[in-house]
């Protein structure tokens, strides 16, 4: 043992000592009757004040706060290990020494400190040691009195009988049989109960069903602590898993076919299962199903009759197709029904969906009027339950908010079968309209129902209908290209308030009260009507699930009564008598039966049509050909397309303006030939030219017989040809001049047309795009006045014999002295041309009526060239006096009062052009020269004429205008160098 451990043995003696020392006798543990005082004494520590006297008691108090606090830590302080850990293994004998010393100093002054707390204790001491004492007494008590307890017991059970003690135990035994009795009873009831459950089930009466079960089940839980009870509660809840299968499959029945009295026992049923919330997103989930399901079944229905049909068999195979991959299937014979069968099954979806959202609406009503009636007293109070009231305001919203959701499956699935399949792109003009119309009517069905628009549909209907539109277009160029190649150019014998309304194409712009009587609107009235309601945003206010909503669908009418009733053409009876033309001379192709666009066919020779056109136009009927025929079913169709799709109004309204542009240039290329140039600016106006320069850059392919598209996009049309029977040369048709009317005239009323429709055209544009159909009118449309003079010249012209008249009016003595009352005589040769010229638009308008548009124009024309020959007889003139100007005023003024008579032009036009010129000569020099300057409508020819005959000019002057007009630039520039 090391030194350390013997002086830690030492100092733990010592204290073992000195604590065995301070105890008192009444402290000795081999006490017999022990205790735990009552009054805690206080421990001695430092910080505690004391109040002895004198010095001593002051050294104490020091002592006492000398001690460190390690000693009060825990009571199972080591005091010896502390210290001699304090000495750090200095082991020296006095430091050792004088700490002994110092311990034994604090541990005499402890221990007198705390002898002096026992002995300021002592009286509580003895208080308590009295209390226990007298517990010791009361304990005793107790065990005596348990004692005769016990011996009172025995006594008692020895002095009643064992055969009382036995009655009472088998009156015990009687109660809990009765009790068991009871519960074999119950078990008994409930197991037929079970049976009568599963029929309830079966017979779709779950309302009653379930009511059973949860009686079953609540007298179950009562007597649960049977085994078999047990065994039974849990078939009851397997039951209830059952009846809420069974509700989830009658719930999914109810999208395809709502029953209020159904729907409400399984909706009530729900609520009896505490599971309302739970049946209405069942049901969102079954609509979606029955959607998807819907959808395939149609498609796949269509499908397989189309391979039937074709000798396929993949009736096992479609199944497994996924729904875009049977929509690339459908082919374009069956598209339109397959989509008009989808638009009803969707229907079908929507118009249950509103009948239970109506369902729960009148339900919520029926609740309000019966607190209502509960709050007035009028009724008999019923039960309020606020849980059940907020359930059902959580259903009604959770249903009035489900239909936006559902359109967009619905729509989505109608967008898959229009984008995957390429039949739409095949169909032919009537089934792509009947698409257009039932799309329209779905998507407004769709924005009742939902309340939102359909946009992804309508951009892939915008898609479809473009590319459609594309062929469509292309298509019907190439065909109207061929018409004008083979255009007779006859009139077409319509009724005289005839336009272009009165089509078949065009009865969607025409009000109901305009339809022919007896007939009904066609798919395409009333897909215009629908077009309207949503262009007008009237949506809200369509009352589709109203007017169907017991019967039919709102697809129905749609293609119903599609005749097309159209009366335009006037009958051709017997023909007219006064023709005396004969058909020999007409070639068989024209005898043949009359087919207008309609597929209408119209027989009678084509001296009875020429008749009936004659008749027609004679009281005021328009001149219209078979080519403005179609043009204007064309411009019907392609408005039509405006109104079921206003998206695609500005490439629809750009296609409609190449149709009327190509006729327009065919009429000016085909009858605007052989124009000699020294007429061009009197015939041709600038406007004219720009805007024929401009079709032809932009529309006419003059190197190619097809239709063609650019590398700039643009659709080209080749050049027309004018057909082979017609001689534009031939004086005997007076130079073609029948046909030259029907062209130009049925161009004038085409314009008209146009002029006609403008309105519904800008409608249909937006703003931003309306400069473009206003340039249209302006560069296209206003040039058909300008087109008359040109296709009216060649009759005019070669009609008359202006050439005779210029040599007689060389040989006219010009330098008189005298002033003659008597005219020259080229006037009556003029005069007798323009009286052959009447005669033979006389004998023309026997058999071909001509509108006065197009006599007007002729005369004019006849009057303009015989100005012109009159300007170019006088600027030939080479030696002329006054008096001989004044003859040649005398022989335009009476060719004038003649010619009036002759025409019907009042009054006859330019004769400005005659005055200005003759009086020209009478100008001075500075006048002369302001006037050659002002009027640039003379030529060079007769510009210099009028110099040279000019007697107010000096020759230096004549040579300086004679050099102006032939080079005016040339001498400005000398002049200003």
């Known amino acids: 043992m090391d030194f350390k451990s013997k002086l830690r043995s030492l100092v733990r003696r010592q204290d073992t000592a000195k604590s065995s020392a301070d105890l008192s006798p009444e402290d000795s543990p081999h006490n017999d009757f022990a205790f735990e005082p009552t009054i805690t004494i206080q421990p001695i520590g430092k910080g505690r004040n004391f109040s002895p006297t004198g010095s001593a008691a002051s050294q104490e108090t020091e002592i006492l706060n000398s001690i460190q606090e390690n000693y009060y830590a825990s009571s199972n302080f080591d005091a010896g290990d502390f210290e001699l850990q304090k000495l750090s293994g200095d082991y020296e004998l006095d430091k050792v020494d004088k700490l002994r010393k110092y311990l034994l100093n604090q541990l005499e002054v402890v221990s007198k400190k705390l002898s002096e707390v026992i002995l300021h204790n002592r009286a509580a001491y003895t208080e308590e040691l009295k209390r226990v004492t007298e517990v010791e007494n009361a304990l005793g008590v107790a065990v005596e009195t348990s004692k005769l307890a016990r011996v009172a017991t025995q006594m008692s059970h020895q002095s009643f009988a064992a055969k009382e003690l036995h009655l009472l135990q088998l009156h015990n035994r009687g109660q809990r049989s009765v009790l068991v009795l009871r519960a074999l009873t119950v078990i008994k009831s409930l197991h037929r109960t079970v049976g009568s459950i599963a029929e309830l089930v079966e017979e779709g009466n779950y309302t009653g069903a379930i009511q059973l079960t949860l009686t079953c089940r609540q007298a179950a839980n009562i007597h649960r602590e049977y085994l078999c009870i047990s065994q039974l509660h849990e078939k009851l809840q397997d039951t209830l898993a059952l009846i809420e299968q069974k509700l989830d499959v009658a719930l999914g029945q109810i999208c395809l076919n709502f029953e209020p009295r159904q729907y409400a026992k399984v909706y009530t049923a729900f609520q009896l299962l505490d599971k309302n919330q739970t049946a209405i997103d069942q049901l969102h989930m079954h609509f979606i199903t029955t959607i998807h399901n819907r959808s395939f079944g149609v498609v796949m229905g269509f499908v397989e009759l189309s391979n039937r049909k074709n000798g396929k068999n993949q009736g096992e195979t479609l199944t497994k197709k996924h729904y875009p991959e049977l929509c690339h299937a459908v082919t374009a014979e069956y598209f339109v029904p397959a989509l008009l069968s989808l638009c009803k099954g969707m229907w079908d979806v929507m118009k249950t969906y509103r009948s239970i959202i109506q369902w729960h609406l009148e ?39 489900g239909p936006p959701r559902l359109w967009s499956d619905m729509e989505q699935k109608i967008r898959v079968l229009l984008t995957q399949s390429d039949a739409a792109a095949q169909l032919k003009y009537d089934s792509f309209g009947h698409l257009l119309s039932v799309l329209k009517r779905f998507c407004i069905v769709g924005k009742e129902f939902g309340g939102v628009n359909s946009d992804a549909l309508m951009d892939a209907v915008k898609q479809q ?36 309304l009165d089509l ?10 305009q339809l022919p009587s007896g007939s009904s609107q066609s798919f395409v009235e009333k897909a215009a009507g629908d077009a309207g309601r949503e262009s007008s945003h009237t949506s809200a206010t369509t009352h589709f699930f109203l ?16 005749e097309q009733h159209e009366d335009v053409l006037v009958d051709s009876g017997d023909g007219d008598k006064r023709s005396s033309d004969s058909d020999d001379d007409i070639m068989d192709e024209l005898k043949q039966e009359h087919i207008d666009e309609t597929g209408e066919k119209r027989r009678g020779s084509p001296k009875q049509r020429r008749s009936s056109a004659f008749k027609s136009i004679s009281l005021g009927g328009p001149v219209v050909t078979n080519s403005t025929l179609s043009v204007l079913r064309l411009f019907g169709r392609y408005i039509f397309f405006v109104a079921m799709l206003e998206s695609n109004a500005p490439e629809v309204i750009n296609a409609l303006s190449q149709l009327f542009d190509y006729y327009l240039y065919t009429v000016y290329s085909l009858f605007s ?19 024929v320069k401009r079709i032809r850059e932009n529309l006419i392919n003059m190197n190619s017989d097809h239709v063609e598209t650019g590398a700039d996009g643009k659709t080209r049309i080749p050049a027309p040809q004018i057909s082979p029977r017609i001689d534009l040369a031939d004086p005997k048709t007076v130079f073609a001049l029948p046909e030259r009317i029907a062209a130009m005239e049925s161009l004038a009323f085409l314009a008209s047309q146009m002029e006609l429709i403008q309105p519904t055209l800008e409608r249909a544009l937006p703003p931003q ?59 009556d040769h003029l005069l007798k041309e323009l009286e052959g010229f009447h005669q033979v638009i006389r004998r023309t308008a026997k058999t071909t009526a001509i509108p006065k548009e197009a006599l007007d124009g002729l005369w004019t024309l006849a009057v303009l060239l015989t100005n012109r020959t009159f300007v170019e007889g006088f600027s030939g003139v080479k030696k002329c006096s006054n008096e001989g100007r004044a003859l040649m005023q005398l022989d335009y003024q009476q060719f004038i009062v003649s010619a009036e008579k002759l025409s019907s032009l009042r009054p006859i036009p330019d004769r400005d052009f005659i005055d200005s010129y003759v009086k020209a000569f009478y100008l001075p020099e500075e006048a002369l020269e302001k006037w050659i300057k002002d009027h640039k409508q003379y030529t060079l020819k007769h510009i210099v004429g009028l110099i040279n005959q000019s ?3 000096t020759k230096k002057t004549r040579q300086r205008l004679l050099q102006f007009v032939e080079d005016p630039e040339g001498l400005r520039n000398k002049n200003k160098s």
């Open 363 to 401: 339900l919520a009503d029926q609740r309000k009027r019966s607190r209502e009636n509960a709050l007035t007293g009028s009724s008999a109070v019923t039960e309020s339950n606020p849980d059940r009231d907020m359930v059902e305001v959580y259903v009604l919203h959770k249903l009035e908010s």
């Open 769 to 827: 795009r309306r400069v473009f159909l206003q340039q249209f009118y302006t560069q296209s449309v206003s040039l058909v006045p300008d087109i008359r003079y040109p296709v009216y010249w060649c009759v005019a012209y070669r009609s008359i014999n202006y050439d005779t008249a210029l040599s007689m009016m060389a040989e006219v003595q010009w330098d008189i002295k005298d002033l003659a009352s008597q005219h020259s005589e080229y006037v």
């Open 673 to 691: 030939t052989e124009i000699h140039e020294y007429f061009e600016s009197l015939v041709i106006s600038k406007r004219l030219q720009v805007g």
């Open 504 to 513: 078949w194409e065009f009865q969607f712009l025409r009000p109901r009260t």
């Open 465 to 500: 209908a473009s590319r459609f539109f594309n062929m469509y277009h292309r298509t019907k160029l190439e065909e109207l290209h061929f018409f004008l190649d083979n255009e007779s150019w006859e009139v077409c014998p319509m009724k005289s308030k005839f336009t272009c």
């Open 951 to 953: 007697p107010s000019l």
């Open 547 to 562: 007017e169907f909503g017991s019967s039919g669908t709102p697809f129905d009418d749609l293609f119903r009564s599609e």
